[in-house]
């Protein structure tokens, strides 16, 4: 599922470093990001190949017409489960569907390349594109625009995730207009997503502009670390592509 929030930030220059069944730091810089996609094997990931496939220096995700599925799907990088750090990476959207990017996620058992945790939304229409989503958790964290608060609860998550929402969520600060910001996002076309999970705040960046920010003080609820994987979501035919995926590690 996804929905959105914003603000800028230009990019440092990137030291990446290819990696083979799982990327590993450059021991020279520390900081260096590091590069999670070889361009043209799905070595060090995990997922279903009839979904997910390498090609032309781009992971491209595609849900064929009549081969809909019936629970979202996700390619997940074997390569650690990272706790603060800056995901950054290209992506193209065809077609009416949705994905998005999970992180400090874990895998469930069944169904198949299942994750639960947040997720930085992606889909066609830009409605919740750089949305926090959390996968099979809270629901809808911070919509597009949204700089919020979520506080400590207790009970079950079902007591407070109504509509898809999480309806504790304060409201800290608006980040602009959810209309003006999916003009920001180009159709069609390649795009630049940006993740920063920091200790509790979770910032997603869509062509340099904050597009949401989460503070997440729901210490029963909360993940601060854990797997990162693509997502190819239920519903009508659609092809995502990624490309330049790249990880730096916070200290």
């Not at 995901?87 to 390349?113: C, D, H, Q, W």
């Not at 159709?187 to 920010?213: C, F, P």
């Not at 592509?241 to 590690?249: A, D, G, P, Q, T």
Request: aromatic share 8%.
């Amino acid at each position: 599922m996804k929905l959105p929030i914003i603000g800028a930030i230009a990019i440092s220059a990137l030291a990446i470093s290819s990696c083979g069944s799982g990327a590993t730091q450059n021991q020279q810089d520390p900081s260096a990001y590091i590069s999670l996609f070889d361009g043209s094997s799905l070595t060090g990931w995990r997922g279903d190949t009839s979904l997910w496939r390498a090609e032309g220096g781009v992971l491209i995700g595609e849900i064929a017409p009549g081969a809909e599925l019936d629970h979202n799907s996700f390619i997940i990088w074997d390569g650690g489960k990272p706790a603060d750090f800056e995901l950054v990476a290209e992506y193209r959207m065809t077609g009416k569907g949705n994905s998005g990017i999970n992180y400090r996620s874990e895998e469930l058992m069944e169904p198949s390349f299942a994750l639960k945790g947040y997720q930085a939304d992606i889909d066609a229409a830009n409605t919740y594109t750089g949305q926090n989503y959390e996968e099979r958790g809270r629901t809808i964290l911070a919509f597009p625009g949204q700089h919020v608060r979520l506080p400590e609860v207790t009970g079950p998550i079902a007591d407070y995730a109504k509509g898809n929402i999480w309806t504790v969520a304060e409201e800290v600060e608006s980040l602009g207009n959810r209309d003006s910001l999916r003009t920001l996002v180009k159709e069609n076309d390649w795009n630049e997503i940006r993740i920063v999970a920091n200790g509790n705040q979770l910032e997603h960046y869509i062509n340099g502009t904050l597009m949401s920010k989460v503070e997440d003080h729901d210490v029963a609820n909360r993940k601060q670390e854990g797997l990162i994987g693509f997502q190819v979501h239920v519903g009508p035919p659609m092809k995502i592509e990624y490309r330049n995926i790249r990880l730096k590690y916070l200290d």
